[in-house]
């Protein structure tokens, strides 16, 4: 969830070490951490739905579709907040990294809602 917010401050601030850091920390993180016991933590049912939704489903991560398309608005407003922040213009980056994690949140809640659906109608289906 920092991620984005640190890379727009490394990128602002010209401190490609911490740049780096938060990069390297975001492809090692899978491998840190355990997998979880149970699946009740959000940021774990994010996980789990996005899996689903590309491996299970086989639906792709941007596309014209929703929700789908929420991902495809991400990418020019993510881009439009790391210019912004590499031309130190606080304002528009933090506006466009905050919109851009408000569609990332969109995006996996929506996900999540979907993947909770159908998980709930899985021992129905069974029956």
């Known amino acids: 969830m ?4 640190v890379l727009l401050y490394a ?24 997998p979880p016991e149970d699946d009740d933590a959000w940021m774990t049912r994010v996980v789990l739905a ?11 991560v941007l596309g014209p579709s929703y929700p789908n398309l ?5 990418v020019p407003l ?3 907040a790391f210019v912004s922040a590499y031309r130190r213009n606080p304002v528009r980056s933090a506006l466009g990294g905050a919109a851009s994690m408000a569609l990332k ?14 998980r709930a109608e899985r021992p129905q289906q069974a029956q």
């Open 2 to 5: 920092l991620v984005l917010p």
């Open 11 to 34: 990128v602002y601030h010209r401190n490609w070490r911490l740049a780096v850091a938060a990069v390297a920390f975001t492809l090692v993180n899978p491998v840190l951490f355990s």
């Open 50 to 60: 996005e899996e689903w939704w590309v491996e299970e489903r086989g639906e792709r």
């Open 70 to 74: 929420l991902n495809l608005l991400n």
């Open 78 to 80: 993510t881009g439009y």
């Open 105 to 118: 949140f969109w995006y996996v809640g929506s996900l999540v809602r979907r993947h909770d659906e159908e």
